[in-house]
């Protein structure tokens, strides 16, 4: 049976003690490389002393003892013992590997390259280090493991440094080591962790808790015993046999429930925490269903997660229910094997006796962090992003397939998208929740079944950043708008230079081919001419950095010795024409038909195409071209060899009418009612048509002017919000 871990520092510890537990569980490790990595530890750190005053191998010591109470493999722990020895001693890593191995090697030095991190302020050589650490833990998620039981210890002896490096190293541990630990699944290094950095970071509160809890020990520990019994008889009655646990919650997750309610201790009441192990999963249902037979269960206060585990593998079944002396406990229910990964995390998955681990060095959302650290450039942002992904989630959202995925509270259909995959995301024009249309700013919540509507007309816009939640959602948008902006700065860079070379009887063309574009860009430091012509398109440099930097150009610009006034010609020519090639052609017409512009076009009448449908376009005699939906039954097949490719004008604003029946119940005041529905989203009605239908319901079709599919999604979802309507149909 797995036991509750005890992080507590000791001082008396010795390479023998760790050795023997570690042998306790894994017996056929390399004992004598293990005792040979300590004693290069304690040679490189002889005469050093922590603040305690203690010999400085303590440390190592109780680093290795964690790690060894996580149960983790054996080059975790040597990596323990050997953390500090390349920063603080004249260790190299090659040393390491020389002597120890590669693994260990690894290890250290990724814990070398994040050991001066300061996670709370935003200086670009610190935010350079914690992107080094998302590297260290792509490559290994061992480095993040043991440099979590390095911030253990040093949390634990914390009281030894000054008041204002205590806040300072607390504040660090809560806002990066607590949210890594979690999402890592070790939930007892997490409530360790912040049960210290309440100690620290609010002493007052911390203190005051400890005497509170203290003040009742002998009442509450009289409950628990009697609670523990009640529950393992109302088992034993049904022929289970259990292991139940019972403790009063950890001190920041009281303190958490007293800033939330605001209220004060004594008027928090659900503080008892029951464990109840049992065999197997059909046990773990078996026993809830007795529990809730037992005593009340509070609505809304059951989870399961044993169906849909956490995303840190976490999973237990939880529920609220009113306890003996109408006291309010939870119960969580697992197995064994549950317990032992709800404390340990993904630290449980390593297989010792085969003396490896099970190839989990890597986890999904480390592989987002990495992806992050490739796409997001400022450091700053960066950090944030990353600080924003450690948050957990709090809402499980289905796809209509069954499949789950977790999010965090708040989350949109428009997040949910981009966790399906980017490209539907990108293509997102409107969402389903439970079957009924929602808009895209709408809050999910668990349980909810969401449907993501797509159009490959559709693309991310910028209002999309003010709407979703998630960090993965927002660099995808902003990737996308960051490549849209910088294509229009390079066209329009490149027409500039195009006609300004003009000038000076030459073109882009033939500078090419003599070499000297090539020199040109790398005079203006750009690192290709692609980068040349974004500068030039964005204004960051001007055209006379660049006939200066060709020296054909340059001579003839010197020969004709152009003044100020000239100068201020050309800049102005060159940001008139950057302007020019910035607007989208065909800016007139909201069909582009092959690209050209001087092409009669007709908008069907059969089906009223609007932008964000699939359209297709189709040659009418002596009408040039009708656009119907891609579709439409009324195209005559044998005609599609008549067809030609068209595509909506992105550019192009204008209200297109459209037709959609509304099926409601009849009721006084319904035409009204709707009207003013779909006029207070700003859509304007050119006709409404109402008549009465058997059994009492009312239809209307109303012709109204939206600009694209989304704005008809848009007013469709308003429409059905309204508790009299049926249905709503486009005709």
């Known amino acids: 049976m797995f036991q509750s871990l005890d992080f507590s520092h000791e001082r008396d510890l010795t390479v023998d003690d760790v050795l023997r537990r570690v042998e306790s569980y894994y017996p056929d490790a390399d004992f004598e490389l293990m005792r040979k990595a300590y004693d290069l530890a304690e040679k490189s750190h002889i005469n050093q002393k922590r603040s305690s005053g203690e010999e400085y191998i303590i440390h190592p010591l109780n680093v290795a003892a964690t790690l060894v109470k996580l149960r983790m493999d054996a080059d975790s722990i040597m990596a323990g013992f050997l953390h500090d020895v390349v920063e603080d001693c004249d260790v190299t890593p090659q040393e390491i590997e020389r002597e120890i191995n590669p693994s260990v090697a690894g290890i250290v030095v990724g814990l070398t390259k994040i050991s001066k991190i300061n996670f709370k302020t935003r200086e670009e050589g610190q935010a350079e280090n914690f992107r080094k650490m998302v590297v260290a833990m792509a490559k290994d998620i061992r480095v993040v493991i043991v440099k979590l039981a390095d911030r253990m210890h040093n949390m634990r002896t914390l009281q030894y440094v000054s008041d204002t490096k205590q806040k300072k190293i607390a504040r660090e541990t809560l806002d990066i080591y607590v949210p890594l630990a ?42 628990i015993g009697d609670t523990i019994e009640v529950i ?32 004060d201790f004594d008027q928090i009441h659900d503080i008892l925490a029951f464990r109840v192990i049992v065999n197997n999963i059909t046990e773990c249902y078996k026993a809830l269903g007795i529990i809730h037979s037992a005593f009340t269960p509070i609505p809304g206060r059951f989870k399961d997660y044993i169906a849909i585990p956490k995303v840190n593998g976490y999973q ?39 003396g490896i681990h099970s190839g989990l060095t890597k986890l999904d959302w480390v ?29 499980f959202i289905f796809t209509p397939t069954g499949d789950v995925f977790e999010l965090r509270h708040g989350a949109t259909p428009l997040d949910f998208a981009f966790a399906v995959h980017t490209e539907v995301g990108s293509r997102c024009v409107g969402a389903k929740v439970n079957g009924k249309m929602v808009p895209l700013r709408y809050s999910l919540r668990s349980g909810d079944t969401v449907e993501v509507l797509t ?9 999309w950043l003010n709407i979703v939640k998630s960090p993965r959602a927002k660099t995808k948008i902003k990737q996308y708008l960051l490549k849209i902006e910088r294509d229009a700065h390079k066209e329009a860079g490149k027409d500039i230079l195009e006609k300004v070379f003009r000038t000076y009887d030459t073109s882009l063309k033939n500078l090419e081919k003599t070499g000297e574009l090539n020199k040109a860009y790398q005079a203006m430091n750009c690192s290709n001419v692609d980068e040349m012509f974004i500068n030039i398109g964005s204004g960051k440099s001007s055209i006379e950095h660049v006939i200066k930097a060709v020296p054909s150009l340059k001579k003839k610009f010197q020969e004709v010795e152009v003044d100020a006034e000239e100068l201020a010609k050309i800049d102005q020519y060159s940001q008139k024409v950057s302007q020019a090639a910035r607007r989208k052609s065909h800016r007139d017409n909201a069909v582009i038909v092959d690209g050209l512009d001087d092409i009669v076009v007709r908008i069907a009448k059969c089906c009223n195409p609007i932008p964000g449908d699939p359209i297709v376009g189709y040659i009418t005699r002596g009408r040039g071209i009708t656009v ?3 579709k439409c039954t009324r195209m005559e097949q044998g005609e599609m060899t008549r067809t030609v490719f068209v595509e909506w004008n992105p550019d192009f604003s204008f209200k297109h009418p459209v037709n959609i029946r509304v099926v409601t119940h009849d009721k006084p005041g319904i035409l009204s009612a709707l009207s003013k529905t779909i006029n207070s989203i700003g859509v304007n009605i050119r006709s409404a048509l109402a008549k009465s239908l058997p059994d009492r319901k009312g239809s209307f079709i109303f012709e109204v002017e939206v600009k694209d599919y989304s704005e008809l999604l848009k007013t469709t979802a308003a429409i059905e919000s309204r508790e009299e309507v049926i249905s709503v149909d486009r005709v």
């Open 316 to 354: 237990s079944l939880h529920s609220m229910v009113i306890g003996p002396q109408a006291e309010r406990i939870e119960i969580q229910i697992r197995t064994d094997e549950m317990d032992e990964v709800a404390e340990t995390g993904v630290a449980a998955h390593w297989k010792y006796k085969e």
């Open 232 to 263: 393992r008889e109302k088992l034993l009655d049904h022929g289970m046999k259990s292991e139940i646990k019972g403790r009063p919650k950890h001190f920041y997750s009281i303190y958490k429930k007293m800033t939330a309610r605001d209220m």
């Open 628 to 630: 119907h939906t891609s």
């Open 455 to 463: 159009s490959k007309n559709q693309t991310p816009s910028k209002d």
């Open 182 to 223: 979690s999402r890592l699944g070790i939930n007892s290094v997490k409530s360790e962790l912040e049960d210290l950095c309440l100690r620290f970071l609010h002493p007052d509160i911390y203190y005051r808790l400890a005497e509170k809890v203290a003040m009742k020990k002998s009442d509450r520990d009289f409950y």
């Open 367 to 395: 592989e987002q962090l990495l992806e992050f650290n490739q796409n997001v450039p400022n450091n700053s942002e960066f950090m944030d992003v990353v600080k924003n992904d450690l948050d957990m989630g709090g809402v």
